[in-house]
């Protein structure tokens, strides 16, 4: 986490207990930690160690159980060997089946999945604040998580990224509150 000056400086004022003007050092930022990455949200994630994928021939009925059995709300789609194709959510039951008097077990996959050719990814280098960032650009919920090589790995839900990142503030402000404490030479330190 990067804190800006203006942070430091009403640190230092509420610190010092006087509301006079502290004049900042020149810097542009102080690092706090560093940033987690999809690995760490994907690692307690609910989607680590479950089956997340599902054949794009199965039917949306099939989709349904599979939500309803692990508690997701999403599925990446495969074809017969094994390779991405895309993804089907909850909301595409809703959107696509349901609300249209469509039904579920008579419904392919393939015919409301979004396709691979339009999915946002991540990768597991990718840190908690670009996926958040891809989510909320394109209003969708889970990513799909690619290894170097871009084949599927898992799955990351924004539930996930939202525990990581309510867990990186709450270290932060642990350190912070240390720090201000007076409790030893780092942060976090005895």
């Known amino acids: 986490m990067l804190l800006s000056k203006s942070f430091i400086t009403r640190a230092a004022r509420t610190a010092a207990g006087s509301s006079r003007t502290i004049i900042p050092r020149n810097f542009a930022s102080v690092a706090i930690g560093e940033s987690p990455s999809a690995r760490d949200a994907w690692k307690k994630s609910c989607y680590y160690e479950i089956d997340y994928t599902i054949s794009e ?3 949306m009925y099939e989709a349904v159980q599979k939500f309803s059995a692990y508690d997701i709300g999403c599925l990446v789609t495969t ?4 390779e991405i194709t895309g993804v089907v959510s909850e909301r595409d039951y809703v959107n696509k089946i349901a609300l249209l008097g469509r039904q579920s077990k008579t419904t ?3 015919e409301v999945s979004t396709k691979a050719a339009k999915l946002e990814t991540a990768s597991l280098e990718d840190t908690v604040d670009a996926c958040m960032h891809k989510m909320l650009t394109k209003d969708i919920r889970h990513l799909p998580l690619l290894d170097d090589d871009g084949k599927v ?3 990351l839900s924004v539930k996930d990224l939202v525990k990581e990142m309510v867990e990186e503030k709450e270290k932060t402000i ?4 240390d720090f201000a404490l007076g409790k030893g030479g780092h942060f976090g330190g005895e």
Do not use: C, K, P, Y
Request: proline fraction near 0%; glycine fraction near 12%; charge should be negative.
């Open 79 to 82: 074809n017969n060997e094994g």
């Open 153 to 155: 790995i898992g799955m």
């Open 108 to 110: 392919a996959i393939r």
């Open 174 to 177: 642990q350190m912070l509150s």
């Open 57 to 59: 021939d199965a039917t």
